[in-house]
């Protein structure tokens, strides 16, 4: 789970059920105690739409798709610069939540819909960007490959696909995951760090192409799920550290996170 929440896809067992409890007990959780209200958050939501927008070019035209909206910040950010964007959240929790926000800012080019991915019966080529912030580190292989191959339906020629999630092969995942699943309360029993070299070959058995890696960040996307401190300054501190080293070539590949960008 991520700011972004989560999506259902075809899943044996009642596995998008237990996924939709989960999170909704988990967005309740969240809510009360304003977890994504803390500065690290903020900050980290900014770093992450930045990155986006590096590698997606953005129209006031556009059609989008946000897979598993989540709280909405990502619509939030990103809703003025696209002509509509539909945000489909499995959490009712958090849709309610999103669309509450989105209303209070007075966003009316975002419709939001709770419901698991797979319900949705979009048309061919029906979007220009789709976009999914840390959400398909949730789904089994065989979900994510159903979902990559029905992705390369939903867009236009020459759109963009935007898929960011923990790296599997970076260095804190592979020190510090373990012992901080072991803690944690916010992962899914079925939810994992992803390599990013799996889901970079499965984009393009399902069609895409121009497919490639970016590396997002270090420390910056763990931290805010450890500390709470609200400290601005220790937070530009932290993506700062982010900033140098992925400006370092033989590093980059050591980060916490990853984005596939693909068109197709």
Do not use: K
Not at 95 to 103: F, N, P, T, V
């Amino acid at each position: 789970m991520d700011v972004a929440g989560g999506a259902g896809v075809s899943a044996p067992d009642g596995i998008v059920e237990q996924e939709r409890e989960h999170e909704n007990a988990w967005y309740t959780r969240a809510l009360r105690e304003r977890f994504f209200e803390r500065e690290g958050f903020r900050q980290l939501v900014a770093w992450n739409v930045a990155a986006f927008r590096r590698r997606v070019p953005l129209r006031a035209d556009m059609r989008v798709l946000s897979i598993g909206a989540g709280l909405g910040d990502y619509e939030l950010a990103l809703a003025s610069s696209v002509g509509h964007i539909v945000a489909v959240e499995l959490s009712e929790t958090a849709a309610d939540a999103a669309r509450q926000r989105l209303r209070e800012a007075g966003v009316t080019n975002v419709d939001v819909v709770a419901a698991a991915i797979d319900a949705q019966a979009f048309a061919p080529r029906q979007f220009d960007v789709i976009y999914a912030m840390g959400v398909f580190h949730h789904f089994l292989p065989e979900q994510r490959r159903m979902l990559l191959a029905r992705t390369h339906e939903w867009l236009a020629q020459g759109g963009h696909l935007y898929v960011r999630d923990p790296n599997a092969r970076g260095l804190l995942r592979r020190v510090l995951e373990a012992w901080f699943r072991r803690r944690s309360t916010v992962h899914a029993e079925q939810e994992a760090s992803m390599d990013p070299r799996v889901i970079e070959a499965e984009a393009r058995e399902a069609g895409f192409r121009d497919v490639q890696i970016d590396y997002i960040d270090v420390i910056g996307g763990p931290l805010p799920w450890l500390l709470r401190t609200e400290s601005r300054v220790f937070w530009q501190t932290v993506f700062g550290f982010d900033r140098a080293w992925l400006a370092i070539p033989g590093l980059r590949r050591a980060a916490s996170q990853f984005a596939l960008v693909a068109r197709r």
